[in-house]
């Protein structure tokens, strides 16, 4: 007899990263939900079986029953890149989280957010956060964690967020890094990543120009390293370790040491750092900004995946 596999329900879903984290841990995702069209086009034909729901949050009125709930809901005036805005509606999505962790009850969830969240000038918010899942019931923990340190291809710090349910009687233990120097497995290198694909891949990677911003900063990294944060603007993109490399010249400039051919990551290569499979089907209808975002903004399989298998067994 086929034992039955825990459920979970997915929020801010986006293409599905965090979700093909979970179904790799051995969970049925019931239900995902976002607004974002070419996301919820690209989640449904890479993973089929979950019901999607393509609308704002604030419109699902019912969620099936689950032993678990996951999100990712945006506070992007907390990322690294952007401004910082707290009154942004988009940062108090959490409490949308936490209607549907009432509404469902589950077992346990988890939150993947950006590390910026952390820093002590949001402690306001993030602390409101933490109150919020406590008072419905769960014990509740956070850690910064680098899913390089989990066989993705990249440095990216995210806050990790998990809750118990209080009458559960369990504590759950963050996994330790399976990559890394203090690990069985060395990183997972950029070359590691992308070996075997084309080194050109016509059309498949932003051709803007490198503006002054861009040239701000070293964006590059070489074969044998782990790529520096995969992001959803195509034009920030880091660069392909075939690029020439960067020299500094001054302050916030710098210049390519020569005058060889010199890209950005494909949005292929972008997904592929993101621990997706090299085959995940990119719908043709948008562009390659769109592909970008919707890479850009999920969350790393390999890293969901081993934070959902660290789970207590409480199915």
Request: aromatic content about 12%; charged content about 20%.
């Amino acid at each position: 007899m086929t034992a039955r596999k825990p459920t979970a329900v997915s929020l801010f879903s986006g293409c599905g990263g965090s979700d093909a984290g979970l179904i790799a841990a051995g969970f049925d995702v019931l239900m995902a939900n976002d607004l974002l069209a070419y996301a919820a086009e690209t989640y449904r034909v890479n993973l089929p079986e979950t019901d999607y729901r393509e609308c704002p949050v604030e419109q699902v009125k019912a969620f099936p029953a689950a032993d678990l709930l996951v999100g990712c809901y945006p506070c992007q005036g907390y990322s690294q890149g952007g401004a910082r805005e707290s009154a942004r509606g988009i940062n108090y999505l959490f409490k949308e989280f936490g209607r549907a962790l009432r509404a469902i009850r589950p077992k346990a969830f988890i939150v993947e957010n950006v590390s910026g969240l952390t820093r002590a000038d949001n402690q306001a918010l993030f602390q409101h956060q933490l109150r919020n899942f406590r008072q419905a019931g769960y014990a509740v923990q956070w850690k910064l964690l680098n899913a390089a340190d989990y066989g993705v291809a990249q440095d990216r710090h995210r806050v990790i967020i998990v809750g118990t349910r209080s009458d559960m009687g369990v504590t759950y233990a963050y996994p330790d890094p399976t990559h890394g120097p203090d690990a069985s497995t060395p990183y997972l290198t950029i070359h590691d990543a992308l070996q075997g694909l084309p080194e050109w891949p016509e059309g498949e990677f932003n051709t803007e120009e490198f503006h002054w911003y861009y040239m701000s900063r070293n964006r590059r990294r070489d074969w044998d390293e782990i790529s520096k944060t995969v992001v959803s603007r195509a034009r920030h993109m880091p660069l392909h370790p075939m690029s020439p490399p960067l020299v500094y010249k001054g302050p916030d400039r710098y210049e390519f040491a020569n005058k060889g051919p010199a890209r950005r990551f494909s949005y292929r290569e972008a997904a592929c750092l993101q621990g997706f499979s090299r085959d995940m089907v990119f719908p043709e209808s948008n562009g390659m900004h769109s592909r970008y975002k919707v890479i850009g903004n999920a969350v790393p399989p390999p890293l969901f995946e081993a934070v959902a298998r660290a789970l207590p067994d409480i199915w």
